[in-house]
């Protein structure tokens, strides 16, 4: 950030008008500069080849931003190694059986999701067991009315059948 910042002095007091930059402004630049790598910093604060060898008044950050992604793409395409970029591999080929987990949408998930999928998956089935139970409940108290069963219910101010209730599970 450092660097950014002497460079960025550096390229707005080559400008006639350089007092008029803000604070927010150089701040903006300092940010700006400071994502490229050190190479294109240094290329965009050039005094020939730079930002302010291609712009008459303070630069805006679209220029900056336009020409440090030139300069970045041309330095990478000079940096990018000769020769075949595929290389073969060859080691002798060992698979191994990795377990597959698919979602239901036939996504494939690691082993950490599935896991945390079937634990909710089981939170929610035991949620609605106790659902279930405590709608069975409620019938019992009402005589098989869920409004009055609410009611007595609200009036005892149960919130969970008792332990000894035991489901009707004839016919499930």
Same mark, same amino acid.
């Given at each position: 950030?450092?660097?950014?910042? %002497?460079?960025? +002095?550096?390229?707005?007091?080559?400008?006639? +008008?350089?007092? %008029?930059?803000?604070? *927010?402004?150089?701040?903006?630049?300092?940010?700006?500069?400071?994502?490229?790598?050190?190479?294109?910093? *240094? *290329?965009?604060? +050039?005094?020939?080849?730079?930002?302010?060898?291609?712009?008459?008044?303070?630069?805006?950050?679209?220029?900056?931003?336009?020409?440090?992604?030139?300069?970045?793409?041309?330095?990478?395409?000079?940096?990018?190694?000769?020769?075949?970029?595929?290389?073969?591999?060859?080691?002798?080929? #060992?698979?191994?059986?990795?377990?597959?987990?698919?979602?239901?949408?036939? #996504?494939?998930?690691?082993?950490?999701?599935? *896991?945390? %999928?079937? +634990?909710?998956?089981? %939170?929610?089935?035991?949620?609605?067991?106790?659902?279930?139970?405590?709608?069975?409940?409620?019938?019992?108290?009402?005589?098989?009315?869920?409004?009055?069963?609410?009611?007595?219910?609200?009036?005892?101010?149960?919130?969970?059948?008792?332990?000894?209730?035991?489901? #009707?599970?004839?016919?499930?």
């Amino acid at each position: 950030m450092r660097h950014s910042r %002497k460079l960025v +002095d550096a390229i707005v007091r080559r400008y006639p +008008d350089y007092g %008029k930059a803000t604070d *927010e402004y150089i701040l903006g630049l300092i940010e700006v500069l400071s994502t490229y790598p050190v190479e294109v910093q *240094e *290329e965009l604060a +050039d005094i020939r080849i730079g930002i302010s060898a291609r712009t008459k008044f303070l630069p805006t950050h679209f220029e900056i931003v336009e020409l440090g992604n030139e300069i970045e793409q041309r330095l990478a395409h000079q940096n990018r190694p000769r020769g075949p970029l595929l290389v073969r591999d060859t080691r002798p080929y #060992n698979p191994q059986q990795i377990p597959v987990y698919l979602d239901r949408y036939n #996504n494939r998930i690691s082993e950490r999701e599935a *896991e945390e %999928k079937a +634990d909710a998956y089981c %939170k929610m089935c035991d949620g609605m067991k106790r659902a279930e139970r405590m709608l069975e409940y409620v019938k019992h108290l009402g005589n098989g009315s869920l409004l009055d069963g609410w009611i007595v219910l609200q009036e005892r101010g149960e919130t969970e059948p008792p332990s000894e209730f035991q489901m #009707n599970i004839i016919g499930r």
